[in-house]
């Protein structure tokens, strides 16, 4: 079954993307312990990809066992929207995802992320270079991109299988200072996506106070007269949780976000214990360690300091992860973990 065909028909419990957090090590522990529906990849940026910039190519690695997986963009040039969707495509995702809802002062001072529900114009020509980009599928070697970059796509094309036909979707907010849904959803949904998310919060409120997911409903109920799905996001803990509110709110599916930090059993909603959870630990360093040889060890103790959560001991442990700086390390804790 296509992704289309797949988010049409059961409610969806995604993983939402997380900067600097879903990376492959990330997912591929979260596929191994409880596998989500659909996978989004961290944003890339769709300006670096059309300037060659290989090394945001470490935040799209992915394997076949994590599909269907969505490759997200952001950016405000619709002609690198073209280029990055085109090299999408070649990559083999199953589809391609448009960031209009990113919060941060970085991506919305140069107009990109959630600075565009402010811009509609600029939004559709970003939305209409994409969906241009997935018709023409333009052969690698005829855009103009860097020898380096062709190599790394070609590569990358190895260890994936190619789809076709990914879909296009937007991922967004409800607004910038309030909620403009009632306008920027059809507006969005006149576009002929193949999906969209909303997440219940506005730029400014970042990700303060609780998602409002009764303008998720009212999205939703435009999102019907458009036939378009609609994912709702934020603040869903858990799979039955999801469940209940695509049920109640009247959405195909839910992403889950920060819910599945320290806790990948948050798609199965089984209870793990401090075993498993320990055994989860090692499993992503592991992943990590394979595929990211270079990097510094300190990102994984942010995972490693939301598996502590509950832990009775836990204070006594956060001491020690601060201070992990090798899988060696980790081992040696193994113990305190277990022993509570
Ligand atoms: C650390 C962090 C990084 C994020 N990175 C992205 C991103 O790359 N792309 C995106 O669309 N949303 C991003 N988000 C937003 C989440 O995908 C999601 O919309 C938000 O966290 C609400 O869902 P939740 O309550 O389930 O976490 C990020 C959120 C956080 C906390």
């Keep these: 079954m296509d992704l289309k065909q797949l988010i049409s028909s059961q409610p969806i419990i995604g993983l939402s993307p997380l900067d600097g957090i879903t990376d492959e090590a990330f997912r591929l522990t979260q596929c191994h312990f409880a596998k989500p529906d659909i996978i989004f990849t961290e944003f890339v940026s769709a300006e670096g990809l059309a300037h060659n910039a290989v090394k945001l190519y470490d935040h ?31 990559l083999g995702f199953d589809g391609i995802d448009i960031n209009m809802g990113c919060p941060a002062r970085t991506v919305t001072q140069h107009g990109s992320g959630a600075a565009l529900i402010e811009k509609p114009e600029l939004a559709s020509e970003i939305i209409k270079a994409v969906q241009q980009a997935v018709k023409n599928k333009t052969k690698l070697k005829d855009l103009k991109l860097k020898q380096k970059t062709i190599d790394k796509v070609e590569t990358f094309r190895g260890t994936s299988l190619q789809n076709n036909n990914p879909t296009i979707s937007v991922k967004t907010r409800l607004g910038i200072n309030e909620s403009v849904i009632e306008t920027w959803i059809p507006f969005l949904l006149k576009h002929n996506l193949d999906f ?22 009212t999205a939703a109920n435009i999102a019907k007269t458009f036939n378009t799905p609609i994912l709702g996001n934020g603040d869903i803990k858990s799979r ?21 930090m320290g806790n990948p059993w948050v798609f199965s909603d089984h209870i793990a214990t401090y075993a498993e959870k320990f055994a989860a630990m090692k499993f992503h360093t592991q992943k990590f360690i394979d595929l990211f040889s270079g990097r510094r060890f300190e990102p994984l103790r942010r995972h490693f300091l939301l598996y502590t959560l509950g832990h009775p001991r836990a204070k006594e442990l956060r001491l020690k992860i601060c201070q992990l700086t090798s899988i060696d390390q980790l081992l040696a804790i193994e113990a305190n973990f277990l022993n509570c």
Excluded at 81 to 88: E, V
């Design 240 to 260: 039955q949780q999801g469940i209940e509110y695509c049920h109640k709110y009247g959405v195909n599916g839910v992403l889950i976000g920060r819910a599945a």
């Design 60 to 90: 799209l690695l992915f394997l076949p066992e994590e599909r269907p997986v969505i490759g997200q963009l952001f950016g405000k040039d619709p002609d690198s929207f073209y280029l990055a969707a085109t090299i999408l495509c070649h």
């Design 196 to 217: 969209l998310t909303l997440h219940g919060r506005t730029l400014k409120q970042g990700y303060s106070g609780v998602a409002d997911w009764s303008e998720i409903q």
